[in-house]
């Protein structure tokens, strides 16, 4: 009998459509805390789901080489890679305003500027986002893009240390180290008010395109420092959801997305790298984009009524050419007994099987403290898809 695959070597089989074992699990954890989710390693509650995931799971040590530039707060996502050149500042203030407390983060060029506000009170806590006009969003696009290579490289080699000791602390069988550089829409996504982000895209296209453009020239400088470095085996592109229909049309999605995602992707295969594709929601319709942008794995595909499109409707578009990865939504894990777990999971295995196909939930971890349900449920997770029948 052929000996236990790694979950590493079950991972890369499976991204490559081979033959794998067992149905890997990826649970979506990362090693190292992150700013997106729970810091499973420390918080008590998942250390039983933690220690489990060592046997039954893969693990993607998603990083940003410091703060994600899709951090959903300015005066976090300001201390990303540089987005602007140094003529370009950034003014923090905090007051006190009719009970409530208001934390301002402004954009500062030339004089002018634009700002995010935080207002904090008894009641709850509301943000306005900085890009809220057309005014608001020909100052940001009339920002100078950092496209100095120089400059780009001495600021990547400043964060490379803290990478490297995550990178040599990770266990390397466990799966892998993922890197999480960020695409052109990202920036604006994040500044936006979404109310008008979805008109920009008809009056303002050619604007908003000339700053995609700029911010691409400084990603490629990113991504290729990154490659030479040979920083992680994977890449995981998140932005791709960002403008796609229904809250932009399709060619929007064509022109603001695919060509540049299609040119990141081949840019990381180049150099022997694989690429993982994020995208929520509506993806039936795009199908045919993501079969020509040619990424290795796709997460997550989502049905009704959360999506649009069933795990089989999406392998009949794109065939066998990429791994879905998915697809038991976040929620279930909070509302399922263990035998509907079980049964969901049982049942996503069926339409998928012989397929490439990586089992995963559709977000998360975000809770803490966890409920027993959900610890049980991630433990049931795991197991089910472990003890799947082996395909012969």
């Not at 074992?21 to 499973?40: E, G, I, K, M, Q």
């Not at 990478?163 to 990770?170: A, G, H, V, W």
């Not at 959360?306 to 038991?328: F, P, R, S």
Request: aromatic share 12%; charged share 25%.
């Amino acid at each position: 009998m052929a000996s236990e695959m790694t979950a590493r070597e079950r991972l890369f089989a499976c991204l490559e459509g081979k033959a794998t074992d067992r149905v890997p699990v990826w649970l979506l954890f990362p090693y190292h805390p992150s700013h997106y989710y729970v810091d499973v390693r420390n918080y008590p509650d998942y250390k039983p789901i933690f220690d489990a995931s060592k046997k039954y799971a893969l693990m993607l040590n998603r990083r940003n080489l410091g703060i994600p530039s899709d951090a959903r707060l300015l005066s976090v996502r300001k201390n990303s890679i540089p987005l602007f050149t140094p003529e370009v500042s950034y003014r923090s203030e905090v007051f006190e305003q009719d009970g409530a407390k208001i934390l301002r983060e402004h954009i500062v060029y030339r004089g002018r500027s634009i700002f995010e506000e935080q207002h904090m009170c008894e009641s709850g806590s509301r943000i306005k986002k900085p890009i809220n006009s057309d005014s608001d969003l020909e100052f940001f696009c009339s920002l100078p893009v950092e496209t100095d290579e120089r400059r780009i490289r001495r600021e990547l080699e400043t964060r490379l240390p803290e990478y490297q000791k995550e990178k040599q602390e990770f266990p390397k069988k466990y799966g892998s180290m993922m890197l999480d550089l960020g695409e052109p829409i990202i920036p604006l996504y994040a500044g936006a008010n979404l109310e008008e982000y979805s008109l920009w895209s008809i009056t303002q296209k050619e604007l908003v395109k000339d700053f995609l453009d700029r911010n691409m020239q400084r990603l490629r400088i990113i991504y290729k420092w990154s490659l030479e470095n040979d920083l992680a085996d994977i890449y995981f592109l998140v932005g791709t959801e960002l403008a796609s229909p229904p809250l932009v049309s399709r060619e929007t999605f064509r022109n603001w997305i695919v060509d540049y995602d299609k040119e990141l992707i081949d840019m990381i295969h180049s150099y022997g790298k694989k690429v993982i594709q994020h995208y929520h929601g509506q993806i039936r319709e795009v199908l045919s984009e993501f079969s020509y942008m040619g990424a290795d794995a796709i997460h997550t595909i989502e049905a009704p009524p959360i999506g649009n499109c069933t795990l089989t409707q999406a392998y009949k578009e794109l065939g066998d050419n990429v791994t879905l990865i998915g697809n038991i939504q976040y929620d279930d894990f909070r509302s399922f007994s263990k035998n509907q777990m079980a049964a969901a999971i049982n049942s996503v295995l069926d339409e998928c099987r012989g397929r490439r196909f990586i089992l995963s939930p559709t977000a998360g971890p975000f809770l803490e403290p966890l409920p027993r349900q959900m610890i049980e449920n991630y433990i049931t997770f795991m197991e089910t898809a472990w003890n799947y029948p082996r395909q012969q």
